[in-house]
């Protein structure tokens, strides 16, 4: 059990450009998650997979927002024209769906929009 | 709409005495509650967790109660260490959720003083 990984760890990018992160789950879990922490506050829900399906998502993930996990391994977000307010901590985690409510976070991508 | 709520964004104790961090709720719906802990540039790290149906959870130096009627919960650290010293997470899930989507409060900063 190797925990939780993403990549990159940090990310500044000019508005309007495109970015994408990339989270790999503990490997015996099929439930991954992405959640947006900005400064003071608690993680917020984004979205959520089973395996490779999207079965959920916040209104928080706008249309510039896209994520995937195309063979029920690792996941990709990816933010279109980037704004300053995407300024955040992505965090990525994942859980067996026995227990989904256990989720383990990574360390999460520190994104900066200049 | 704020359903999980921490009200104090820091606390400090001094090593050895008890550290009581609090949570409050407005959702009955939610079924599940849990702790995290964060330090800074990690992402939250899963401490403890306690179902509706139960009013305490116990895991070594840190229990966490339940109090439905108050919508209120809390987590115990007995003895407090300086290497606790972080941000506390409170965060729910709701009931029937299918994907388990985690509604956290604000945090907490717990200070242990040697």
């Known amino acids: 059990d190797t925990g939780v990984s993403q990549n990159p760890r940090h990310k500044i990018t000019k508005r309007g450009q495109n970015v994408t992160f990339r989270c790999d789950p503990i490997?015996?879990?099929?439930?991954l998650y992405w959640y947006r922490q900005t400064l003071g506050q608690g993680p917020e829900f984004l979205t959520y997979?089973?395996?490779?399906?999207?079965?959920?998502k916040s209104r928080l993930l706008s249309d510039r927002f896209s994520a995937e996990r195309p063979k029920g391994s690792f996941s990709t977000l990816e933010i279109q024209r980037t704004e300053q307010g995407d300024s955040a901590m992505y965090l990525c985690?994942?859980?067996?769906?026995?227990?989904?409510?256990?989720?383990?976070f990574g360390p999460g991508t520190r994104l900066t929009v200049t | 709409d704020q359903q999980v709520k921490q009200n104090s964004p820091s606390l400090s104790v001094q090593e050895g005495r008890i550290s009581i961090l609090n949570c409050d709720y407005t959702n009955s719906m939610f079924d599940y509650f849990l702790w995290y802990k964060k330090y800074p540039a990690e992402g939250p790290t899963f401490l403890i967790s306690i179902s509706s149906i139960k009013d305490k959870n116990e895991d070594g130096r840190f229990t966490v109660f339940l109090n439905k009627s108050a919508k209120h919960l809390s987590l115990h650290i007995v003895p407090s260490q300086p290497g606790d010293s972080a941000v506390y997470f409170c965060?729910?899930?709701?009931?029937?959720?299918?994907?388990?989507?985690?509604?956290f409060g604000e945090g907490t900063q717990l200070t242990v003083n040697p």
């Open positions: 985690a994942s859980s067996r769906r026995q227990s989904s409510y256990e989720q383990y």
């Open positions: 997979f089973q395996n490779e399906a999207q079965l959920e």
């Open positions: 490997s015996e879990h099929n439930r």
């Open positions: 965060a729910a899930r709701k009931a029937g959720t299918s994907g388990s989507r985690l509604t």
